[in-house]
């Protein structure tokens, strides 16, 4: 483990703050600050990923170690660790926010893996930053928790996605006013450690363009693409053809999180990253019952900004954002314009051919789109379980009356959608019939793109009160399953089950908030 090989690109090529002070401020010209993670009181280990450990490096010894959880709960640096915060704004449900910064997050080093790739290692939760805010830099177990699950759990599902690394309790207690409504609790603290190869965003570039600073945002702009976009040209076009690329990266990843029923929770542009892996799991959630006009997020109860069936013109809007910062790097701004209209073209796209894969079709055309909009009311209407609908779908046999297995994925049993149910069957079989996929082909396709197993609100939940209450044996089971989501595995079905009753309106299950 003391023979990692550090290459910290970030802080030797960028400008930082010449301030090592303790204590909040605007940090101005820098891309960084030096920071110390705030020591724990008793780091202890509670779950790792093992693909990830083994591409960084560490072999399952090293991880055991308890120096390890000394290290991933900020107590000890290895050799070649630097420890710093990124400075970056951002806006916030839609409006200019100025300087965020990493504020609960600590970077650790940029690990050179034993695959050769970069993974940068970063702590969530770590301690106050120069960019903290009125806020702790803490996180509690539960929001932890969910980051570790779930990012991991992403990226098993094919979704472009920043990693887990590990999760450690730290011993402390932290105190967190869940729903902001004046009852703070005491709660488990814990560190995430994420790892993603760059955890630039858009808002690394919004903040030095709001402030007029363009010879950094010209600087940053250089360093993300010669370390993260290796393969644009330099010269001339490189900022043009960097930005389609970043629009192409966030078009696709964002048709993945419709296809298998993610909301963000929070698509602030300092939550977007600019190499389109999804970043920052804080108030997401999964589709349950059907319904494109959910959001997790409390704080975005009102407006609901941040719904499912919205994510995809909020990336837009984003891009315009970075867009717009971007623009002082360009003489004439076709490039950028290229870049949003890459992003309309590449979404339509990709998500054609994700709702295809979902149905069981080689291809949906523009005549096959009522048939996929008539299907989508009709899930909502019906309150189905997506997940578990589009996998029945693929057991469906053509012209036989829908199997009970089907009509189970209806919160109702299909009772109130029975007739509409039918008849869009009927389309679907003719449709089919003409597709000439064979069932089989059919099915093992519809597999691949319909996951079995996800992340439900409610499953966290369940984990997270197991282990705060020091069980640790659901996580892992938890982790399992999530490791092969389009695999039916014997004796998971409590891990495929629909919502139950008790999770309808509870905290944590249909409700989130940003407090962690
Ligand atoms: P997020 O919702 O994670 O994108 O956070 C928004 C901003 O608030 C970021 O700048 C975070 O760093 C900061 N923030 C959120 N929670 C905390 C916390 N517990 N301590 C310090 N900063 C925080
Ligand atoms: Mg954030």
């Not at 409504?181 to 965003?201: L, T, W």
């Not at 597999?447 to 997270?464: C, G, K, M």
Request: charged share 25%.
């Amino acid at each position: 483990m003391n023979d990692l090989r550090f290459d910290n690109a970030f802080l030797r090529e960028l400008p930082g703050d010449p301030s090592q002070a303790p204590g909040v401020r605007q940090v101005e010209a820098a891309a960084w600050s030096r920071v110390r993670p705030t020591p724990v009181a008793g780091a202890r280990l509670l779950a790792w990923s093992p693909d990830v450990a083994e591409a960084i490096g560490f072999a399952p010894e090293d991880v055991l170690d308890p120096a390890f959880a000394e290290v991933f709960a900020g107590n000890a640096l290895l050799p070649g660790m630097e420890t710093w915060a990124a400075n970056y704004g951002g806006h916030q449900f839609g409006h200019w926010a100025g300087q965020l910064g990493d504020g609960r997050a600590i970077g650790l080093g940029e690990a050179i893996g034993r695959d050769g790739r970069r993974h940068e290692l970063q702590l969530k939760g770590a301690g106050p930053t120069p960019y903290s805010r009125t806020a702790d830099g803490r996180a509690v177990l539960r929001s932890s928790l969910r980051e570790f699950i779930c990012s991991e759990a992403m990226h098993h599902l094919g979704v472009p996605t920043t990693r887990a690394l590990s999760l450690v309790a730290t011993g402390d207690t932290v105190v967190r006013d869940m729903f902001y409504d004046g009852r703070p609790e005491a709660e488990p603290g814990a560190v995430v450690c994420r790892v993603a190869p760059s955890f630039v965003r858009f808002g690394t570039f919004e903040l030095p363009y709001a402030r007029g600073d363009v010879d950094l945002l010209r600087r940053l702009a250089d360093f993300t693409i010669r370390r993260d976009f290796p393969h644009i040209a330099p010269g001339e076009g490189r900022f043009g053809d960097w930005f389609v690329d970043v629009c192409e990266r966030t078009a696709r990843t964002v048709a993945e999180w419709m296809r298998v029923g993610f909301v963000h929770g929070v698509m602030n542009t300092d939550n977007m990253s600019i190499l389109g892996l999804t970043i920052d799991y804080g108030p997401y959630g999964w589709i349950e019952p059907y319904d494109p006009d959910w959001t997790p997020n409390t704080t975005d109860a009102q407006g609901r900004r941040y719904r499912f069936g919205w994510q995809p013109r909020v990336a837009h809007w984003n891009l315009g954002r970075l867009a717009q910062a971007l623009s002082p790097l360009f003489a004439d701004t076709a490039p950028l314009q290229a870049g949003l209209e890459a992003y309309g073209r590449v979404f339509a796209e990709a998500d054609r051919a994700a709702q295809a894969r979902k149905l069981g079709l080689s291809r949906l055309d523009d005549d096959d789109l009522p048939l996929l909009q008539d299907l989508l009311t009709l899930l909502h209407d019906g309150e189905a379980d997506m997940t578990r609908f589009y996998r029945a779908l693929g057991t469906y046999v053509p012209e036989r009356p829908p199997a009970p297995a089907l009509l189970e994925t209806f919160h109702d049993g299909a009772s109130r959608v029975a007739g509409v149910l039918a008849d869009w069957l009927r389309r679907y079989d003719a449709r089919l019939e003409r597709d000439g996929l064979g069932p089989a082909q059919r099915q093992a396709r519809m597999q691949q793109a319909n996951p079995l197993y996800v992340p439900r609100n409610w499953l966290l939940q369940e984990v997270i009160e197991a282990a705060t209450a020091g069980d640790m044996a659901p996580l892992r089971t938890l982790q399992e399953v999530l490791r092969r989501p389009y695999d039916e595995q014997p004796g998971r079905d409590v891990h495929a089950r629909m919502r139950p009753d008790w999770a309808r309106d509870r905290a944590g299950c249909s409700m989130l908030s940003c407090s962690s």
